[in-house]
């Protein structure tokens, strides 16, 4: 297994017209969580993942264990949970440009994951554990499961890839910032955005937030900076690589996620840091110009076109 | 004002296709709760209605105010909880007459209502006060906001009436057949159908269990028996009254508030009980010949027709 | 040209959900007229046939035109009035068997329709002239033109047929009485249904209502009996044709016209009278087994499978 | 009561595609009119408001009154016509920035309102009344309408709020002229647009149109100016205040009325006239970013973030 | 592995609207393959299966495999050819229980199969070979494939399963009843209906039919009787197993596939014959029930629900 | 007869949701074809206009047949082939800008046109003969059938008119730059992108190009240019022609057909050639921004407002 993560993943339910979301009479739904979008990112990109996480025993749960299975991200290690449903997440167009987010996902099954979910050999077995700061927001229990992961991949030579994707609703400021210091420090590789560097350490600049997660404990530190790209920064080498232009944003949820798989990706096909950087731009860029979390995610060869600019004869522009 | 009812009303997601819903992709909703059901039923038969309840500071209790506002019941004691969300429902159509219904209630706005909600001039400027047997299985305050309730109705001298409404999943069995038979006691009017009078008093002919429910403390009985119709009992008169046919059964879901709804119009209107019933039993057939809980209630001119199959003009059959 | 009619067409809008139309936010749309659904169950049989009409300036007469036209009908006499707008009317599905038709039809440019817009050239070179019951309640001028395409028909020796179409809502049951009885004399062959007869005659038998068309000036009567089948009359014979069963009624509406589209289709071929209303029987129970008013209406293969019972290689049951 | 208004509302169709409507097979349905645009944008921001208007007895009479009502406009004024339809209205969206209106709305019921529907005592019990140019095109009797409602504003120390709303379809340009200019007279306040003031008093500046209203009777001119903003005179003080930039149009329909909504908001709250038409400018931006007329009209706090530029934290962007 | 099937799986496109397909302008999608239905319901109930199969290289083919994959099929045999597309479908619903079906499928990728695409290990490793009369009519290449997965079934001692499923449109009757002849004779166990049985051996009891089929070389014969249930003849017993009533027909497409799949579970579980057709007759009645191929196929615990009649408390009926 | 045209046309299914089309649940349908999209186009202009083709005998040929037949095209000229199938194409939008087609074609009915289907005195009875490169891209069949019909034109005196619109999917390159030479070479008036100006000929100056085509045999020659507009060239005159600024374009696709309608229709009206590339500069952009191949083709007094900027009073902008 080259990658595996961990964490919670919802069904996603749109409003077929937008704003104010008392007069949608319709929704679309879809599935989402920012693991599970890695790892179909990764598995898109002929990477072998494997996805840990607790369903409720019902139809939602259902439909994201089949829906990511379907990927072709293992599942073998997500647990059903018959006292808890699976989260809901309600993603509502305000105006073009401004998105609101409603959860149901308090008590939710994947709240419920537990140090005894992961199992030490199926940790063992990968080069890669991918974690985020979602997951120890959830409750005490996953906060612990998340050490668990860790642990286990630490004393089994297996890197630790970190994202903190801060959720302010989830958790207090103050244990957000704590936990997401301690989950840094224990990681190999961090990809935190500006504005999360910049809550954990404070306003600096890129160079300088780098540093600090740096001398943290990360190896490897690549910062987003949102449409200007991604600042590096490792024992070796550190620069800025610019990002791709995207002619129209259609939706830009899940754009962290694509760069992750973009990164992790690099990573696991052993590329320099910059190409690393510059895949993770890349891939971030193709998920926002699709609707949804995950269905703007490339295959290699999509990669290759955008990257390249190649013109495509089966593509009409 | 002719009734106040109280309760928890949600938003209802259901599937566009039928079959297990993990293959659902589109949702259409519409709200639905028993006691509002009643309270839009009883308004669209030109009757003085309020609303009592709780809901979240978001969108969809922003949509179950209006579309209750909008038809003509009074939300004017309607709280907002900031700290709770509103509840959803969703009704799965697993087959042709097979539904499945899944909940996210737990902890919602409305399972936090409290007695200190309940204004004793509202209830006391009531003809009426319909309670069910759903609303104290949400949560101890919600036990106690109905208890608290009825006890201003009965030294306001209002009419309290009952409709056990079990739901078996959202409480134990013990627990709910003792408030059920506290509250029957309680009510003047109890609206109870056949499986829950057994429930309540063990199995036993209609005559026996309205006979049960009358020695328990209601004045008025009247006990539904599905398609068969139904049987009253008063101190006055008891009888059978047969249910209306139904060529179609669209959508069962909310007959029985239907069939409430009817009932009550006649108390109000001032009816005898066999008249009384014969409208509940109207109600109860209408609703379910068109999907959803509220939207084939009747107004009173189509309730004629309806009862005494006079051909319209109107409509093309 | 085999068959010339002559009626307005309109725009339908469908609630897509069932139930009070006040509670629908989607409608889908096809296009609906009596005569033109004749006119397209003709073509479809095979049959040269014209349509006369006006239609507004506006793009739901672009819509009505094209369609008629691309089924194959001659549409070459419609006239566009700049001044008045196309019909629309919905249809709500109040309960599974009940529909309640609204019209905005009043005004509307086919209401403006004109004897002058009857080119007696045209009617000349067709075999029938068929006209309907409704034309002549849509205005007084309307009416005119009604009896200006007739009297043009006779002098040109081409056979009239009458369908009375029974609307109570555009006129007074008076003058409805009285002009269904006037057109009935003049035609050659009459379609009535049996409450479209008693309306005109009073209650009695099938037997005695055809001999009063008969006796009134037509030459061929067929009475429509609904499920039972028709009833037929001419100087030569008399007699019933059962009707064919259908399984289930999807929407009645246009059942009529696809009788007289079938009727006529024989007619035009030359059948025996019995045959010519078997072949009336089949196509409007094949009408009433799909949503729409000519969604339904066969082509001539589909129609001798129906009518033959053959069982057919490409489909499966 | 803070304002009263008086105008007709129709059910408005929307084609699902773009395009020339005659392709179009699915529409959605709102409700929309310029006067209950308004009295919602009131409501919405926290206004008591009542709407006078004239409604067919028919489904989608119903559907207006509840929409309205559920948004806690008073409604108790509205009449029910029995013999006249419910207006309706199609928005046809040719291409991206282009859209064609068609009405059926001639003789509709709010087209039948009379002086006698307005009831004295209620407009008396209103500090503002609010009325628009549309209404006296709709019909004579409307137009007496109209007049009667001011002349007991004025004799009941009622405010007038005059928007010109200029309907060229509905009546000639001279009767328009006349009327509006009769109307602007009236009214304490005029809220017209750059093209309305110019179609009455003919080309010239903002400065000099706005006087040209001051001086024909108006104590406050609020002129809008599109994407510009808007122009204020009144005897104190005048000048310009700019718009809000607005990222992308989806529907401009509605931004007069919801620029109307923003400033009379402002005036029942007593600021001073730049906050007012600031207020103005600000609702009628936020309207234009959302589909429908008034599916974006904003709450309170969702306007001061808008006018305040607070990031929300419960936003993502 | 359980189970090995191998056959063509397509996109279904089902029009959303009955009637004429014509008339049809939006379509929704879902995949179908008999054989892939028989593993899905096989997977649902707890089997392990795999699916050999052949796919074109766009985004049908990643649809299908994904799906099916999704549902916990091992897909690790499914080749992909770059050279020729996916297989297309389309249901049309003509009436209430008649259905067109038109098929894009010639030359399809899966009618490339070739002999070389079977990895006799894979074969090897399953219990049991599922075959279908389908796969054999697609080409003359995949006829050979079907021969090569039976010979090295044989060969390893894996249990044969064959369902003629004939499908007339797509060869010669005269190739047909050979072809189906000899595979029936080569298999362990037929699943033919009667209709297909007399197909083969011609008009004839289903004692006889069966009897034919064993002679011909079958160890275990079930045959299929429609509504009536299965007749099943091995050396062992014989006898009738009646069907499960069905309260309403949704779509009985796929019931033949769900039988195969309920018998084959029962096969792999040791069941006794007689129960191992009780089980076939329910998942085939299931299946007719719920719109779909395989949105009907039932776990294990809902097949034990619907075999035993047990109410359940999470449905309301 | 102004135009007769001939070629293939396809039902074409558009995912109701961007991004990759295996995720795409629904489809709508529409139909295209380059040939039949300039005959609409045509037709809405005002021209008498005849489209010749080949169409299976199923319902989506009738669909086809129909929907161009409503469009005021004479189809009489289509034939049915009985064992082909109508040909399907998928438009997938992959991200904003960005589309890519999937055709179902191969073998289709249209493929199998003869020259026996042409009928010189069809041709014969037409000013002008339109044909495009794609016909002789589908089979030897159809390109002997295009050389036949342009045989017949020559010795008719039928102008020949040619757009080279190349397919590169659908042969070789080097035999589709032989035959678009080929025909360019018999045309009289040929309409080529600049793109397959230079896939002819070469990479040069849009001048060159022109005399290119000029020299191997075209009297006139129109070279589209994209946004910039046109070149234009014959014996009398040249120059360049810009284009009409399209503020956003909704699908590109079918641009170049409408630039071919706006010309011809220029070209059967006699304007100088300045004039009709203008107004095939105009066609193409208003093409644009509709969703659709024919949905955006302007009826003549719409083509002329945009053409002039002449502001509607019935369109709001």
Not at 11 to 37: C, H, Q, W
């Amino acid at each position: 297994m080259d990658v595996v993560t961990l964490g919670e993943t919802m069904v996603l339910f749109t409003p077929k017209s937008s704003g104010l979301m008392r007069y949608a009479g319709d929704f679309s739904t879809k599935i989402a969580g920012a693991e599970s979008n890695v790892a179909i990112g990764l598995a898109r990109l002929g990477k072998q993942v494997g996805w840990i996480s607790r369903l409720g025993n019902d139809e939602f749960g259902e439909r994201i264990r089949n829906f990511i299975r379907g990927e072709g991200v293992d599942v073998s290690q997500v647990t059903v949970d018959d006292t808890a449903a699976t989260g809901l997440y309600f993603k509502e167009k305000l105006t073009p440009g401004e998105l609101r987010l409603n959860y149901y996902r308090q008590g939710s099954a994947a709240s419920r994951m537990a140090a005894a979910d992961i199992d030490e050999a199926y940790i063992a077995g990968a080069n890669f554990l991918h974690v985020t700061g979602i997951t120890p927001a959830l409750s005490e229990q996953c906060y612990e499961t998340v050490l668990t992961a860790i642990q286990y991949a630490k004393r089994n030579g297996v890197t630790v890839v970190f994202d903190p994707n801060l959720r302010r609703k989830l958790w207090s400021e103050e244990r957000a910032r704590k936990v997401l210091q301690e989950l840094s420090a224990q990681a190999d590789i961090v990809l935190p955005g500006i504005d999360e560097a910049e809550f954990i350490f404070g306003k600096a600049t890129p160079e300088i937030l780098a540093e600090n997660f740096y001398n943290n404990g990360a190896n490897k530190v690549i910062l987003k900076l949102g449409k200007q790209g991604a600042y590096y920064l490792s024992a070796e080498s550190s620069g800025f690589v610019k990002g791709f232009p995207v002619e129209q944003v259609v939706d830009p949820v899940g754009a962290g996620d694509g760069f992750a798989a973009g990164c992790l990706s690099g990573i696991v096909d052993g590329l320099a840091l910059p190409e690393i950087v510059r895949r993770g731009n890349a891939v971030g860029a193709m998920v926002t110009m699709v609707d949804g979390d995950v269905e703007g995610l490339p295959e290699i060869n999509r990669l290759n076109y955008f990257m390249n600019k190649i013109e495509r004869e089966d593509v009409e522009r």
